[in-house]
T-cell receptor, first 113, second 118 residues
Framework: GNSVTQMEGPVTLSEEAFLTINCTYTATGYPSLFWYVQYPGEGLQLLLKATKADDKGSNKGFEATYRKETTSFHLEKGSVQVSDSAVYFCALSPDNYGQNFVFGPGTRLSVLP | EAQVTQNPRYLITVTGKKLTVTCSQNMNHEYMSWYRQDPGLGLRQIYYSMNVEVTDKGDVPEGYKVSRKEKRNFPLILESPSPNQTSLYFC?????????????????FGPGTRLTVL
């Protein structure tokens, strides 16, 4: 079946540090890939997405590239801020009818001033 | 404003007392889904619906019911809640892109309902 694996958290960084959160997936066909962010006390919000191989999604300084050869969609940001502290979820949407979104377990990021 | 709304946001109840959590979206999305979020377990899908009168089980459907009589609404029903259903619940909706064999587009989430069953 389809699955998403994320690096274990929590991740603690100092402000302005470089961030990488690894995400790999297992799926047949050509899924769409997503990163969602959940700020404390809120629901999930879409951060970025990519719908085909080699696409790069980007938003708010975050980037992730859809790598089909390594089945990965790692999230990166060059300089994190305290306001980036949140839980980040990698997810995929399969391209087969009747299959559903699959979320990774989430990675908690804490950015210290 | 495009949004997914859930009510109530917070609920404390007792074992066995039937409850309904409402979910409504104003984006004319075909697809709607319920998830529960528990510490260490991430998001788990309870039920989903591909359109009106079309519902199916997700990964953890036991103890829950849903209905989809209208496109905009997708209530979650707990007929006889138990303490192991204490959780944070999210409703989500999305389009089903035309031209694809299946799958869904970006999911939009409601603000969550925190349920405590005593």
């Amino acid at each position: 079946g389809n699955s998403v694996t994320q690096m274990e958290g929590p991740v603690t960084l100092s402000e302005e540090a470089f961030l990488t959160i690894n995400c790999t997936y297992t799926a047949t066909g050509y899924p769409s890939l997503f990163w969602y962010v959940q700020y404390p006390g809120e629901g999930l919000q879409l951060l970025l997405k990519a719908t085909k191989a080699d696409d790069k999604g980007s938003n708010k300084g975050f980037e992730a590239t859809y790598r089909k050869e390594t089945t990965s969609f790692h999230l990166e940001k060059g300089s994190v801020q305290v306001s980036d502290s949140a839980v980040y979820f990698c997810a995929l949407s399969p391209d087969n009818y009747g299959q559903n979104f699959v979320f990774g377990p989430g990675t908690r990021l804490s950015v210290l001033p | 404003e495009a949004q997914v709304t859930q009510n109530p946001r917070y609920l404390i109840t007792v074992t066995g007392k039937k409850l309904t959590v409402t979910c409504s979206q104003n984006m004319n999305h075909e697809y709607m889904s319920w998830y529960r979020q528990d510490p260490g377990l991430g998001l788990r899908q309870i039920y989903y619906s591909m359109n009106v009168e079309v519902t199916d089980k997700g990964d953890v459907p036991e103890g829950y019911k849903v209905s989809r009589k209208e496109k905009r609404n997708f209530p979650l029903i707990l007929e006889s809640p138990s303490p192991n259903q204490t959780s944070l619940y999210f409703c989500a909706s999305s389009f089903i892109p035309s031209g694809l064999a299946g799958g869904t587009d970006t999911q939009y989430f409601g603000p969550g309902t925190r349920l405590t069953v005593l």
